[in-house]
């Protein structure tokens, strides 16, 4: 196939590019790089399989030529208010990508009568009442609250495909994808375990706050890449959650970094922080990624974070 990957020059992105050009496909990135990164591409640069367009997808897109599926991934993704990449600094952006990115996407999808795959998010739970998250479970959102600007972003993306799907006919898959990390995140994305490393690669306490008894729970980028690409070659149309249900306190993952870095400076422990909205909880319920797609998470979450460990000392 020709495949577009709107957003293929971030983390997750960059990634799926790479398993889409080793099963044979040509690949085509549409990404502004306000949150993506030229580094992450830069291996693809050269080849005759793969072509990189500076553009952003809230504005129409045109691509040459035929195109078999379009996955859009394009969108700010940290929640981190301190970062210049998180949504919170980039709300406009982030809805605009959304609404107006989604819209576009999928235009170019009908015109090519292409398959299209767009990457939602765990966000759109909210702060759930229900535990672990299934795809039937519709949500626990403020629809103007500090996350709004991702979360409604997100919601409205996936109601536009349905729509697609349901009154065009297009060929639509929908992932919510759950906390994923790996190689080629950002040193300051601002979420957990990029600050952990990073504190812990400088010999820093690792800051905890409260307790630390939230959970949370992380996939590793392969084998989520590995369910974006079954996804891809499926003929499912509902959302399906993407994630690792095993879940880890955030003191847990703490003092597994240390360890895994020889960090001897400790965890240091401040008053709880939580931000408005933030999720105490966050699991996955794959029960349909397993029946329709048969996948689930295979890596360890040690041995993931020691290849991350392992990337992160060597660009620092």
């Known amino acids: 196939m020709r495949v577009l990957v709107t957003g293929g020059a971030g983390f997750i992105g960059s990634h799926l590019c790479d398993r889409l050009l080793a099963e044979g496909h040509q690949v085509v990135v549409v990404d502004n790089l306000v949150t993506g990164s030229p580094d992450n591409i830069a291996h693809l640069g050269g080849r005759d399989d793969f072509r990189f367009i500076k553009h952003d997808v809230s504005n129409f897109i045109f691509i040459p030529g035929k195109v078999d599926a379009v ?6 993704a940290s929640p981190n208010q301190a970062s210049p990449y998180g949504y919170p600094n980039l709300p406009i952006q982030t809805l605009k990508v959304g609404a107006l990115g989604t819209h576009n996407a999928l235009g170019l999808a009908r015109a090519n009568h292409a398959r299209f795959l767009m990457a939602s998010t765990s966000e759109v739970y909210g702060d759930p009442l229900e535990h672990p998250q299934p795809e039937t479970y519709w949500g626990h959102v403020d629809p103007i609250g500090p996350r709004s600007v991702y979360d409604e972003a997100k919601r409205f993306a996936e109601a536009i495909t349905m729509a697609y799907h349901r009154y065009h006919g297009l060929d639509t898959r929908i992932a919510r994808i759950f906390n994923t990390y790996g ?6 994305d601002g979420r957990v375990i990029p600050n952990f490393i990073c504190q812990a690669l400088s010999s820093q306490p690792l800051t905890v706050y409260g307790d630390g008894s939230q959970t949370r729970s992380f996939c590793y980028i392969d084998d989520l890449i590995e369910g974006l690409h ?8 509902e959302p399906v959650n993407l994630g690792n249900p095993a879940e880890i306190t955030i003191r847990q993952l703490a003092e597994s970094l240390n360890r895994l870095t020889g960090n001897p400076a400790g965890i240091r422990v401040l008053p709880e922080m939580r931000g408005q909205d933030d999720p105490q909880q966050r699991k996955p319920d794959i029960a349909r990624a397993k029946q329709w797609l048969g996948w ?15 990337d992160f000392r060597a660009r620092r």
Not at 71 to 76: D, F, G, Y
Not at 299 to 309: K, M, N, P, Q, S
């Open 71 to 76: 996955i859009h991934l394009a969108s700010p």
């Open 183 to 188: 190689p080629r995140m950002r040193l300051d």
């Open 230 to 237: 079954r996804l891809l070659l499926s003929d499912f149309h």
């Open 296 to 310: 689930e998470p295979v890596t360890a979450l040690e041995a993931g974070l020691v290849r991350t460990i392992d």
